[in-house]
């Protein structure tokens, strides 16, 4: 058994994610539980509380995510994984940063929520 | 309840992973199982037979990993997930390039090993 439309899905929460992370940061508390977990460059943060308080206080007010790549796989038929790849668009900075980030969704009894999220820049190679 | 150990047991899955990959590829299929899923820069590959026969053939013959960042999370009681970020050196060609890739581990009776892995160059942003 494997959730059958997990692309469309991991399609729509990434596009829903970074739309709202780049508009109003806050609404994303609605797609993390008490037990949801965020590692993001290295330092971690657990429960949606505490992971909508982090990312409101990231430091940069105005920021623009652009998605290169998402790749989704099927867990089990109630999760789905996803790597995103792209750019980072910070205000006041000209160059773009590379980012990696991964979450797997998991379902309650209506709705997809964020199980596990971590985030990376990732520097040129050389 | 979550795995006490997830830290150090992915520390030694990603190092056994890479130095395998390095050193002797067909290795690595002890480390699939015939549900396991891999997405290699898009393509879909099912179960460890196909996922290793893949990585076999991939088009390079000498390749060298270096992991720049590792962060792993547990899954309930059975699970890993672990981001790594890093450079792929590749023989014949001076530039090493920044890739990501996700792992889920989880454990059978016995052993860890990979339900899900994606893997994506990650290119400069501008």
Avoid: C
Wanted: zero cysteines; aromatic letters at 14%; hydrophobic letters at 40%.
């Amino acid at each position: 058994m494997s959730v059958p439309d997990f692309d469309n899905i991991a399609k729509q929460f990434v596009e829903f994610y970074y739309k709202t992370f780049d508009e109003n940061r806050t609404g994303l508390a609605s797609l993390y539980r008490p037990f949801s977990m965020l590692t993001f460059e290295s330092g971690g943060t657990l429960g949606a509380e505490a992971i909508t308080e982090k990312l409101k206080n990231l430091p940069f007010e105005k920021v623009q995510h652009r998605v290169d790549t998402q790749d989704a796989q099927p867990v089990g038929d109630d999760g789905i994984v996803v790597l995103v790849t792209g750019a980072l668009m910070v205000e006041g900075n000209d160059r773009p940063m590379s980012y990696a980030q991964v979450f797997q969704l998991k379902k309650d009894a209506t709705n997809w929520f964020v199980y596990n999220d971590i985030f990376r820049l990732v520097y040129p190679a050389a």
